[in-house]
Structure formats: C-alpha cells, structure tokens
C-alpha cells in the first residue's frame, strides 16, 4: 500500500488552510498545522507558496493572513471519531478516540480531542 503522492499532500494541506477559523497566524501556527499533513520542509514551502498563488494567504513579514474564501469545518458533518489505537498525528500521543476531518481532498488525522480544535483553530 503506497501513501499520498506529493500533489494529494499539497491539496489536503491547502484544503486545511484554506478552512481555518483565524484570521491572522504567525508563521510558526501556520506550520505547526501543516505539518500535520507534511513534515518536510521543502514540500512546507511549496504549500506555502501554493496557498499564496491560490489567494488562501496573503504573507507579510512572519504573520499569515487568512483570504475568507473557505468555508469553517463543520464539526457534525466533517469530523468523524473512531475508536481504536492511534498516535495523534500533532502531538503525537496515544489515543483510543481518534477524530479524522473529512476533506474533498482526503482524509487528515488523527488527531486527540484538544489537537483537533488546535489544528482547526477553535483554540
């Protein structure tokens, strides 16, 4: 079984991204949630860049801002829990609930209760 190619990757991100509920981020909570999705760096500034060209963000100095063009994830609809042994793909804890978020472009997660409003931008 073969992962995500990189261009699927570049897609989940940009969709995470473009659903975030902050307006403005600093570069290190941008990163933070995409590396949830990547951890390497080249491909980080390719997402970085895509979401720029795509109008997702607009960058300035080490702040992020969000283009309200997307739409908030829907908890009840686009978050699903499911039960079993999981490593939270943020932090990197044990759990047995996992919560995946349900994107056009693909699955992300799983992720702990608290990671996921992280991720998202609930908290």
């Known amino acids: ?7 699927e990757l570049v897609e989940l991100a940009l969709e ?6 902050a307006d403005e981020l ?3 909570e941008v990163v933070d949630r995409i590396e949830t999705v990547t951890t390497d760096p080249t ?6 860049d895509t979401a720029e060209m795509r109008g997702i ?13 997307g739409t908030f994830v829907r908890f009840e609809s686009q978050v699903v829990q499911k039960e079993g042994e999981f ?17 056009e472009s693909g699955e992300l ?6 990671c996921i409003r992280k991720v998202l931008g609930r908290e």
């Open 57 to 69: 963000i607009d960058r300035e100095g080490g702040r992020i801002r969000h283009n309200r063009g």
């Open 16 to 21: 995470l991204l473009a659903h975030l509920e």
């Open 43 to 48: 491909l980080t500034r390719d997402i970085l």
């Open 1 to 7: 079984m073969t992962g995500p190619t990189r261009d």
């Open 26 to 28: 600093s570069l290190a």
């Open 87 to 103: 490593d939270c793909r943020r932090c990197g804890a044990s759990i047995t609930t996992g919560h995946f978020v349900q994107f």
């Open 109 to 114: 997660g799983p992720f702990g209760s608290s």
